[in-house]
């Protein structure tokens, strides 16, 4: 059936005037979709691997088992994946550690320090999807949001089997907040199609509705320091030891630098340490280059293809009065080209602590975001949680629309109330 409960979105409303109207299928010929949920702390959003034996509403995971014999390296599949969305949105992704605690138990919706935001495990679902994953929220308020479930009954291995890459883009897509799209190459396209490593346009705009495109930092704004005729002077940042951290950095795109440049105290002890930290800030991979006041090149220090690092470059004998110049940009120019980081200046003796991650605790709240609005109504396709998990207990809703295997398209029947917004856009 064909339902016009919802007032259409303006690429809806586009997609109508630049295309010939199909009877019954209009609805789904939308571009990208938004969700309607989106993580309140999209400065670090952090994911995990659920240990095997974690329990998955009644099943245990096998994640580490399943994708150990089939995708060897998988572990940084995911990490690609997460760094792709990272790339061209104002967030941040952080792999994080994973208790093994049951999936949904837990006071946070976000920011838990058990686990990550975005738990990933695999148990066996039915033949007609590939994984699925929980909205975030508020349309689920608790731990449950944003989590990925992979069939762990499907075949992974990538000479024979589905591409794990391709699949965990499109899952992180929707951990996000992106529902799906019409373009039949988007990676938010409903169904496996094809394999595909990187964001289309359409994948694109759609993050970008949710979170905006990556946004300069308060030093950016403030110096334009992309340049280093315009390098910010972070000399007052220094404190009596010696030291400096700049927190909430970021670079915006693999292409874009960030300059700065400081004046070496009369308290320092004679080296200039400097730090550039994306460890448990971002996946960004980081790199920084110093400069003299005469623009040579000293040292650099890179950590190119890594998800989130640090890099530490050292210059001994440096003089009080003297101006050094620091260059901070992304190690590599492919998925880990963007992303927060801290850059740390320590120009006294005593070691300096890393910058801490920012407190992104978000206590469990009612799911809401459902009722009429429409927003999330894109049909079946991700999860909306309410009440226990019962994937023991999932019952296929299918679609009578195309071919499977889907990504998604089930949908958990909790043993409490359902709601049944899920349903908007169900064909039957
Ligand atoms: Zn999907």
């Known amino acids: 059936m064909r339902r016009d409960d919802?007032?259409?979105?303006?690429?809806?409303?586009?997609?109508?005037?630049?295309?010939?109207?199909?009877?019954?299928?209009?609805?789904?010929?939308?571009?990208?979709?938004?969700?309607?949920?989106?993580?309140?702390?999209?400065?670090?959003?952090?994911?995990?691997?659920?240990?095997?034996?974690?329990?998955?509403?009644?099943?245990?995971?096998?994640?580490?088992?399943?994708?150990?014999?089939?995708?060897?390296?998988?572990?940084?599949?995911?990490?690609?994946?997460?760094?792709?969305?990272?790339?061209?949105?104002?967030?941040?992704?952080?792999?994080?550690?994973?208790?093994?605690?049951?999936?949904?138990?837990?006071?946070?919706?976000?920011?838990?320090?058990?686990?990550?935001?975005?738990?990933?495990?695999?148990?066996?679902?039915?033949?007609?999807?590939?994984?699925?994953?929980?909205?975030?929220?508020?349309?689920?308020?608790?731990?449950?949001?944003?989590?990925?479930?992979?069939?762990?009954?499907?075949?992974?291995?990538?000479?024979?089997?589905?591409?794990l890459t391709t699949v965990a883009i499109h899952e992180f897509g929707h951990a996000l907040g992106v529902g799906h799209s019409a373009i039949t190459s988007a990676d938010m396209y409903a169904y496996y199609n094809a394999t595909k490593s990187y964001l289309t346009t359409d994948d694109v705009s759609g993050i970008q509705s949710i979170y905006?495109?990556?946004?300069?930092?308060?030093?950016?704004?403030?110096?334009?320091?992309?340049?280093?005729?315009?390098?910010?002077?972070?000399?007052?940042?220094?404190?009596?030891?010696?030291?400096?951290?700049?927190?909430?950095?970021?670079?915006?795109?693999?292409?874009?630098?960030?300059?700065?440049?400081?004046?070496?105290?009369?308290?320092?002890?004679?080296?200039?340490?400097?730090?550039?930290?994306?460890?448990?800030?971002?996946e960004l991979s980081p790199r920084i280059q110093i400069y003299n006041a005469a623009g040579l090149t000293l040292t650099s220090a890179t950590a190119p293809g890594t998800y989130g690092s640090t890099v530490t470059a050292t210059i001994k004998g440096v003089v009080a009065g003297q101006v050094y110049y620091i260059r901070t940009m992304a190690a590599s120019s492919g998925a880990t080209g963007a992303g927060g980081y801290g850059l740390q200046l320590n120009f006294g003796s005593a070691a300096q602590a890393p910058i801490a991650p920012p407190n992104t605790t978000v206590a469990n709240q009612p799911d809401s975001g459902g009722g009429s609005s429409g927003e999330h109504g894109w049909g079946p396709t991700q999860w909306i949680h309410n009440g226990p998990i019962t994937i023991g207990t999932v019952t296929g809703l299918g679609d009578n629309l195309m071919v499977s295997p889907r990504i998604v398209h089930h949908q958990a029947h909790p043993a409490g109330p359902v709601k049944h917004h899920h349903h908007r856009h169900h064909h039957s």
């Open 6 to 163: 919802a007032p259409p979105k303006t690429h809806d409303r586009l997609s109508r005037m630049v295309k010939p109207r199909l009877e019954g299928l209009e609805d789904r010929m939308l571009l990208y979709s938004a969700t309607g949920g989106a993580w309140t702390q999209p400065v670090r959003v952090t994911y995990s691997f659920v240990p095997d034996g974690t329990s998955i509403g009644g099943p245990t995971s096998t994640l580490n088992a399943t994708l150990n014999a089939q995708v060897p390296g998988w572990q940084a599949v995911f990490q690609q994946a997460a760094a792709v969305w990272e790339q061209v949105a104002n967030i941040n992704l952080v792999q994080v550690s994973d208790n093994g605690a049951a999936l949904g138990v837990g006071s946070y919706q976000q920011g838990d320090p058990n686990n990550g935001d975005i738990r990933i495990s695999a148990v066996p679902l039915d033949t007609g999807t590939l994984a699925s994953a929980f909205l975030p929220p508020p349309l689920n308020g608790c731990g449950v949001a944003g989590d990925i479930i992979f069939n762990s009954s499907q075949n992974w291995t990538p000479s024979t089997g589905y591409d």
């Open 212 to 282: 905006s495109a990556r946004r300069p930092d308060a030093w950016t704004v403030a110096t334009g320091n992309t340049t280093k005729a315009n390098a910010a002077d972070v000399s007052s940042q220094l404190g009596t030891n010696g030291q400096a951290s700049l927190a909430n950095l970021n670079i915006t795109a693999p292409t874009v630098v960030n300059w700065f440049k400081v004046t070496v105290p009369s308290t320092t002890t004679g080296s200039m340490v400097v730090t550039m930290q994306s460890t448990n800030l971002s």
